[in-house]
């Protein structure tokens, strides 16, 4: 640690916390429990079960649903193997589905499970069923399986459309287990909300009602999402009762090197430094980047400090998605037997796989969620021993507030994990396979959908053709089974085909409104840690053609929002200000892009795009100042008022993924002067920042903003306030114009009227 605070690497500590070992809380064994199964646990080495595993083996075995929201090895796989193997074993008829959204977790779950219930000697039957999955178990999973362990796209298109081959399973389910429930938010949850109600129908259709036990990391609604995705009540498991080693908790802020952008030294490698000193000290260490490509330049920078320090590179291994299976089993089996110093990761390795007894953990930046923080961090200290977790922050704006704002990474996450399985184009995506699963009654609700609705939208559905209605049943009409033709990962469209035209192979699939930014023609495309040139991309027929090439800059695309606020739903006041929520339609034409040099980001010139402007209509949420202004405010020019919310709309589109729990990508924002003109001063329109959800019909994204304007301006506001820069940086309100408006000073004083913080009047 005292290396760390000087010398090579010159940053600061920006955090460092010991938080203490705490004892195990346990409880007796319930009376009711199978004794093949307690004394295989007995054997496994649980003499004394956790409190909290009783209590969630209780509220099963009662019939309720459970989210269990424990800290990182706390002991949860437990909480939901136990009452279904103890009903495996009292009922020869019943079967449990379980549902990981990785391969690699299903896979590591499968020898748990296996392991058990051997011990036990239950038939569990646990078998994989997934796209790696052969044939001929695929039969054997249809005929024998009694615990089936799967992901939510196998059973949205491979189960769920063809259960009646699995009749004996469905018959006799008994437990559904969702494992790692807060990944499923966003597009991507309000996909499986449906995808679960979908399955409910077909148990339904089959004669059983499964009990559900969720485990999620620790979100700040735990509770609401299960009943959001899931349906039904839940009863919350919260207050962990396993053991903890002392932890140490660590943020390293790099050294600033160019104060006017903000730019610190690159935490790739200064994590690889940091690594380097672990490793050399003979602490296991898993280091944890963002991105394919970081995981590749940081193996090698490590690897090369290792072998000049005299020490064996060969000991450090790199994982991350692109790695055959075999490839990533032999790591997995290394690291869990000790025989590894150092794996760089991707967050593949986030998720509860069993990775062995490793006392570090350096992420090379911010997951992106605090969610994840923890969850990487936990992935050190899992046998009770001391750990240390780094985290070495980036210049990005999340990460520098995340830096000076400590209380978030330590104290109870604000995150909120949200869906909205009721967006209309998934939900008509999902009526339709449900349609074609079990055909529907008009007297029949779809999930939380009343009857009324579900029957509206099967209608609407009947008139343009998908479905036939006759009496009173609804029967789909197509001639292919519709769940092959949608993905659980995006809203409208279908996915664009990357075509790498040296081979004419498939390279990736993309979804259509990420295709527009990312896969314009000349743009620069990033795969697998190389750079294809993108020759010809045909939006129409879903088609991008690109070319291997070594270029020395990336592309990011000019787009140009036009929106209008279609019907307003809220309002509330702030202090000189308000915030609206409602219905908006935004039009967004990509003019262009910018050809920015690697490692320093040199602006290298522009090129032209020519792509018809697409419609968007969303969800928005908008902030705006109040017709009479503070003096200050009102002695700006407009174009200086312009640029203070601009560099405040860009501080809010940070701290809001952060409250929000989304990737910043899924929301947007945009400046611009509504039609009103303010109070005494002629010729001086309004401007307001309107945050709004980027997919079609939103997902509870700026509904959810709306609520919380109020402490995401307080956000804003501290990561404004707090940056090193004088006028504004990229770390703060984004690239600003030399010598133009200070605009830092600007953005402050229009977040400071709108909370009412003081300030001249």
């Not at 495996?88 to 299903?106: E, N, Q, S």
């Not at 703060?732 to 977040?751: E, L, S």
């Amino acid at each position: 640690m005292k290396a760390w605070r000087g010398g090579e690497l010159r940053g600061e500590i920006a955090v460092d916390v010991t938080f203490p070992a705490r004892e195990a809380v346990t409880a007796p064994y319930p009376g009711w429990l199978s004794p093949k199964v307690s004394d295989a646990l007995s054997v496994e080495g649980v003499k004394s079960p956790y409190r909290h595993q009783v209590e969630a083996w209780n509220l099963l075995e009662d019939g309720s649903n459970i989210v269990v929201a424990t800290p990182t090895a706390s002991g949860k796989t437990l909480c939901y193997n136990v009452p279904v193997l103890h009903t495996l074993a009292v009922d020869p008829a019943a079967t449990a589905l379980y549902l990981f959204p990785t391969k690699a977790l299903a896979r590591d779950q499968e020898a748990v499970i296996r392991d058990l219930s051997r011990a036990a000697d239950v038939n569990s039957a646990a078998l994989v069923y997934d796209g790696d999955t052969p044939v001929d178990e695929r039969r054997t999973a249809r005929k024998n399986s009694r615990i089936l362990i799967t992901n939510p796209d196998m059973l949205h298109i491979g189960i769920l459309p063809h259960h009646a081959s699995w009749a004996r399973f469905f018959a006799g389910l008994r437990y559904v287990v969702v494992d790692e429930l807060h990944q499923y938010r966003g597009v991507f949850g309000s996909h499986v909300a449906n995808v679960i109600r979908r399955l409910m129908r077909v148990a339904g259709f089959h004669g059983s009602t499964p009990v559900f036990a969720t485990c999620s990391a620790t979100i700040g609604n735990p509770t609401e999402l299960a009943r959001n995705v899931i349906g039904g009540e839940f009863q919350l498991i919260s207050d962990s009762g396993a053991p903890t080693g002392q932890r140490q908790s660590v943020v390293y802020n790099p050294e600033v090197v160019d104060p006017i952008l903000g730019t610190r030294r690159s935490a790739l490698k200064v994590a690889a430094r940091i690594a380097g000193d672990l490793v050399e000290n003979r602490v296991a260490t898993l280091v944890f980047c963002q991105t394919r490509l970081g995981v590749e330049m940081t193996l090698r920078y490590l690897r090369d400090r290792i072998k000049k320090r005299g020490g064996d590179p060969e000991r450090v291994r790199g994982y991350r998605g692109g790695y055959l299976p075999t490839l990533r089993r032999e790591i997995e089996n290394a690291l869990r037997h000790g025989e590894l110093d150092a794996v760089v990761a991707t967050n593949a390795l986030e998720l509860g796989i069993d990775v062995g007894e490793l006392d570090a953990v350096v992420l090379a930046g911010y997951p992106g969620t605090i969610a994840a923080t923890h969850q990487r961090s936990g992935r050190a200290g899992r046998r009770q021993s001391p750990s240390i977790a780094v985290m070495v922050a980036r210049s990005n704006p999340l990460d520098q507030f995340l830096a000076r704002e400590p209380a978030y990474l330590l104290e109870s996450s604000p995150e909120l994990a949200l869906v909205q399985p009721d967006n209309v184009e998934i939900l008509l995506d999902h009526l339709r396979c449900a349609a074609f699963e079990v055909p529907f009654t008009a007297s029949e609700s779809f999930g939380a959908i009343s009857v009324e609705d579900t029957e509206a939208a099967l209608d609407y559905l009947a008139k343009e053709g998908s479905l036939s209605r006759s009496m009173d049943r609804y029967f789909y009409m197509g001639n292919t089974y519709p769940a092959a033709e949608i993905g659980l990962r995006s809203v409208g469209g279908e996915a664009v085909v990357v075509m790498d035209m040296d081979n004419d192979e498939p390279l990736a699939r993309v979804d259509p409104v990420a295709a527009r930014l990312e896969l314009h023609e000349h743009a620069i495309y990033q795969h697998e840690g190389r750079t294809y040139h993108v020759e010809r991309f045909d939006h129409e027929a879903g088609r991008a053609y690109v070319r291997p090439v070594e270029p020395v800059y990336y592309t990011t695309p000019v787009v140009h929002h036009t929106l209008e606020v279609v019907d307003v739903a809220k309002r509330k006041a702030l202090a000189t200000g308000e915030v609206g929520s409602g219905d908006v339609r935004v039009i967004d034409d990509i003019t262009g892009f910018k050809k920015l040099k690697f490692n320093t980001h040199e602006n290298l010139g522009f090129g032209d795009v020519r792509l018809p402007p697409v419609l968007l209509e969303t969800d928005g949420t908008w902030l705006t100042l109040g017709n009479s202004l503070p003096r200050p405010i009102r002695d700006l020019a407009q174009g200086d008022l312009m640029a203070g919310f601009e560099g405040l709309a860009h501080a809010v589109h940070q701290v809001a993924s952060l409250r929000l729990m989304c990737d910043p990508r899924d929301i947007s924002t945009v400046v611009q002067a509504s039609n009103e003109a303010v109070e005494d001063v002629s010729d001086f329109l309004q401007p307001a920042i309107y945050i709004y959800d980027v997919h079609s019909g939103g997902v509870g994204l700026s509904a959810r903003a709306f609520e919380e304007a109020r402490p995401m301006l307080e956000d804003a506001l501290r990561l404004v306030t707090g940056c090193v820069c004088d006028t504004g940086c990229p770390s703060c309100c984004g690239p600003t114009i030399d010598n133009g408006p200070p605009v830092k000073q600007i953005a402050r004083m229009i977040a400071v009227a709108l909370l009412g913080h003081g300030g001249d009047s």
